[in-house]
């Protein structure tokens, strides 16, 4: 089973589904913006991406400028303020069993199909 944390109004998003598509049936489509991962889960996520979890968040954001640039927060709190405003989370996330790859550039999922 491969999981996709997705939006469907991001083109980098709607292009890895596309290539999930193509090589696997078995995809489970979670649009995160109405399907809030809990703090728990998305600390799953970040540690299966071997990221911090400010390497996850969108700066490019409204709510990030208006709220949280410039501003020095722990893990947990960067990960507690992606789950109250999960625009702040960077996409798309492709899950596979204890691995995960942000698709950044979309090419870079397919290492999850081997």
């Not at 913006?33 to 889960?41: A, E, G, R, S």
């Not at 640039?69 to 960077?90: C, F, H, N, Q």
């Amino acid at each position: 089973m491969i999981q996709i944390l997705h939006n469907p109004r991001c083109a980098k998003s709607r292009e890895t589904l596309k290539l999930l598509q193509a090589s696997s049936t078995d995809i489970e489509i979670i649009e995160y913006l109405k399907d809030v991962p809990t703090v728990p889960n998305l600390e799953g996520i970040i540690n299966k991406l071997g990221i911090k979890p400010i390497d996850l968040v969108r700066r490019g954001e409204a709510i990030f400028k208006e709220q949280f640039k410039g501003k020095s927060l722990t893990d947990r709190e960067w990960v507690e303020a992606m789950v109250e405003y999960p625009k702040l989370i960077e996409r798309p996330i492709v899950i596979k069993g204890d691995k995960a790859e942000l698709g950044r550039p979309p090419e870079r999922v397919l290492s999850l199909l081997k």
